[in-house]
């Protein structure tokens, strides 16, 4: 009987020990090509198909679906080892089949969190994971990636299509809209996560240099070189000792069906690839066997049918891509656009490609659909023939124009009615959105600095080294676009007039914008290479300052920018009108040197002022600037030059004027 109790007592020490050393042995890494096998830990509307494809929510309204690697990875450096314990890399191929065509809801996250338990959690735009009370806490210990089909205003959500990097919070610290770097067309292609297609996301994270990297592309296609989102964050305090991979979905008003095909996790090295080949298929929309009927009908109805539709078609069409085209124009074919790729290009001038509105009229973002080339479709009417023929004369010049500091104009295309002008793409908007308001980041004087030199160096070009002189007679803030790299380009050439190396200008209207006109053109309204040098100087103390030429709400002595600059020299103390938000980060003699060269430029008298090419040499310290003149003589404005400011309505006074006999689209902004 003892014999009998040892040999039991040694089998159960030996299970618990047996039991002890598989516990002990933590996942590193796994592999699934479907589920079947996986034996997740699911709950809500989350299943697994006999196929092995893994659905997180149906098409009932306000589901949640989580689905769980059943065991914890422990992500606790100070209990490993290893110095690079928190990094981890997975792939997966998900789908997400929306309710309708354009309308689903509300995406899926890929998700590290403490506990697979997520009583509490809502759906809708809290894809299962929080609640309106424990969001943004940090005691949730929380990380996702999300894939969000859903733009909610709360969590200042980019659009209702985009990957993002949450921590503890449904609020992106990084997010993108959806879309895979292209090799070749070597930039980013959208894609539409509700399109019911698979896609590969990636996503790597590096503990050693804080790195995390998301990465998006079509089934079937290699992991791009270039991630969607790169972002520096530091997971020690969010990834604790024992953590749960996983997935995490929800539905609301309106659905979708999200599926994940396959999925591989490493926690010491780069996820397992998957073959495309072995992932279980997406089922077909169940509600299309309802839409297969009436397959007998009578051939004559049909025929009928077919062959007013097709007409009707085709009127329409003809309708919908209708220009405007004269035999003159023939000579400007390759600078002619057409409507129908304009339409294309701009997705019909939908609202959501509109970067810009006003009097002028509206700027769209589009992609040219034979080329992939970005550019912006400037979309103004007129309804008048006369000076046309002139008028296109003048764009086609301004095509002509090559520097790297102007706004490439591309072309033109003509509907009744609507005048189109398709210009360069720039990313970073117009400048006067970083100077004088929030949306945009701010420059530090290295970058504005860099700007007013190209800025001055386009001018220089247009005045002096083209073919023709060039007066825009409209330079300030609002007309200079930065690029991807926030170089400056001087745009909108509404305004320009072109004429011959030592013609003089003849024209008697007054154009331009109130804070930027030169004296001369209140009296003679001739412009000239010298009142662009003016608005230039107006332009340097805009940059210097952050602030614009007129503000009326500031104290009288304040209002004209021109006069509080030049009453600061008097007292000698000019530096001190610069934009505050420089705080102490500007090289003092370049803000002095910038300063004292656009009151030089803002002199009374036309001859009196510098010449680009010699503004060109100050800013780049290529000549000595000279002595103010005492006292600022002739600089500012005359008190009769305030008076006929005064008078004038609104900002604009008038604007797209192409020649003195043209259609003139008078406007403001």
Not at 380 to 389: E, R, T
Not at 412 to 419: N, S, T
Request: aromatic share 10%.
């Amino acid at each position: 009987m003892a014999a009998c109790l040892r040999s039991v007592h040694f089998l159960l020490v030996a299970f618990v020990s047996w039991k002890h050393l598989v516990l002990s042995q933590e996942p590193n890494q796994f592999t699934y090509h479907g589920f079947t096998e996986a034996n997740l830990s699911l709950n809500g509307g989350a299943r697994v198909h006999p196929d092995g494809l893994l659905e997180l929510t149906n098409k009932s309204k306000q589901e949640v679906g989580h689905a769980f690697f059943p065991f914890p990875f422990k992500f606790n450096t100070s209990a490993l080892s290893s110095t690079l314990s928190r990094s981890f890399s997975t792939y997966f191929v998900f789908a997400i089949v929306p309710e309708s065509p354009t309308l689903g809801g509300h995406g899926i996250a890929f998700t590290i969190s403490p506990s697979t338990n997520f009583t509490g959690a809502t759906a809708t735009q809290y894809l299962g994971l929080f609640n309106s009370t424990s969001l943004g806490l940090s005691s949730n210990h929380v990380f996702a990636v999300e894939l969000d089909t859903v733009q909610n205003p709360e969590f200042r959500d980019i659009n209702d299509n985009h990957a993002g990097v949450d921590v503890n919070s449904l609020a992106s610290i990084q997010s993108a809209p959806a879309a895979y770097f292209s090799e070749i067309s070597g930039k980013f292609e959208e894609l539409e996560l509700i399109s019911g297609k698979p896609i590969q996301v990636w996503i790597d994270y590096h503990e050693a240099d804080k790195l995390l990297n998301v990465t998006l592309a079509p089934i079937r296609s290699q992991k791009p070189e270039r991630a969607l989102l790169s972002t520096i964050i530091d997971l020690s305090a969010i990834l604790i000792d024992s953590m749960y991979v996983g997935f995490s979905s929800s539905t609301g008003s309106v659905s979708s069906y999200h599926y994940v095909l396959g999925w591989s996790f490493n926690k010491s090295g780069e996820a397992q690839s998957l073959d495309a080949s072995r992932l279980p298929t997406i089922p077909a929309d169940k509600n299309s066997g309802n839409k297969i009927g009436f397959k007998i009908i009578l051939p004559l109805t049909t025929a009928i049918v077919i062959v007013v539709a097709i007409s009707a078609s085709v009127y329409i069409t003809k309708k919908k891509y209708e220009e405007i085209r004269e035999d003159w124009e023939q000579q400007y074919g390759p600078q002619r656009f057409s409507y129908r790729d304009l339409y294309k290009a701009t997705k019909g001038f939908k609202d959501k490609e509109l970067l810009g509105s006003g009097g002028f009229g509206k700027v769209y973002r589009g992609v040219l659909p034979a080329s992939n080339l970005r550019v912006a479709v400037k979309k103004v009417s007129h309804d008048s023939h006369q000076g046309m023929k002139e008028f296109i004369a003048e764009i086609a010049s301004m095509g002509r124009l090559r520097h790297r500091n102007l706004v490439q104009l591309l072309g033109y295309c003509r509907r009744k009615g609507e005048l189109f002008l398709v210009y360069d793409y720039m990313p970073n908007g117009s400048l006067d959105k970083f100077l004088f308001t929030n949306e945009k980041p701010r420059l530090d004087w290295v970058q504005r600095y860099q700007i007013l030199r190209g800025v001055a160096s386009a001018l220089l070009y247009l005045h002096e080294e083209w073919e023709q002189v060039v007066v825009h007679r409209d330079v300030k803030s609002s007309n200079v676009l930065l690029d991807s790299d926030l170089n400056g380009r001087l745009g909108d050439f509404g305004l320009a007039r072109f004429y011959d190396h030592g013609a003089i200008l003849q024209t008697t209207r007054v154009v331009g914008t109130l804070g930027y006109l030169a004296p001369e053109l209140t009296t003679t309204g001739r412009s000239s290479t010298n009142s662009d040098v003016f608005a230039f100087g107006i332009f340097m103390l805009e940059m210097a300052c952050g602030r614009k030429p007129v503000e009326l709400q500031k104290p009288p002595e304040e209002v004209l920018l021109l006069d509080w600059v030049l009453e600061c020299w008097h007292r000698g103390d000019i530096v001190s009108t610069r934009d505050p938000r420089l705080e102490s980060n500007y090289e003092i003699e370049e803000v002095e040197l910038v300063l004292k060269l656009g009151l030089l430029c803002a002199h009374r008298a036309p001859t009196s002022r510098p010449s680009m090419r010699q503004v060109v040499q100050y800013l780049d310290k290529n000549a000595t600037l000279p002595e103010m003149p005492a006292h600022g003589a002739g600089i500012g404005l005359h008190p009769e030059d305030h008076t006929f400011a005064s008078r004038v309505s609104g900002d604009y006074i008038s604007s797209y004027t192409f020649s003195d006999t043209d259609m003139i689209l008078t406007h403001g902004r």
